[in-house]
Nanobody
Framework: QVQLVESGGGLVQAGDSLRLSCAAS?????MGWFRQAPGKEREFVGD????????SYAGSLKGRFTVSRDSAKNTMYLQMNSLKPEDTAVYYC????????????WGQGTQVTVSS
């Protein structure tokens, strides 16, 4: 069982930057970020493998959002730049234990609100 705790959400203005953190209670194969805006389905943002730091992103976010990790601390980060009002959502951290498994562990979510 892995517990995930997100932090770093808040209210910012359009064009600002924000960094989210997710601390895991143990080792994982990969960790990822997802988000859910009001009235919309949860969507994939990006993820990273623990060992090699291989990243993948939702196409629309690549270039503005960067996922990184500190393996020694079992912590993942999401650097969000040039934020837009449409980035407003609850951001969730997730973890999985294998390359072909689904994300099975989830954090409680952290709210990011971008004002125009």
């Amino acid at each position: 069982q892995v517990q995930l705790v997100e932090s770093g959400g808040g209210l910012v203005q359009a064009g600002d930057s924000l960094r989210l953190s997710c601390a895991a209670s143990g080792r994982t194969y990969a960790m990822g970020w997802f988000r859910q805006a009001p009235g919309k389905e949860r969507e994939f943002v990006g993820d990273i493998t623990r060992a090699l730091g291989i990243t993948s992103y939702a196409g629309s976010l690549k270039g503005r959002f960067t996922v990184s990790r500190d393996s020694a601390k079992n912590t993942m980060y999401l650097q969000m730049n040039s934020l837009k009002p449409e980035d407003t959502a609850v951001y969730y951290c997730a973890a999985k234990m294998g390359a072909i498994t689904s994300y099975e562990y989830w954090g409680q979510g952290t709210q990011v609100t971008v004002s125009s």
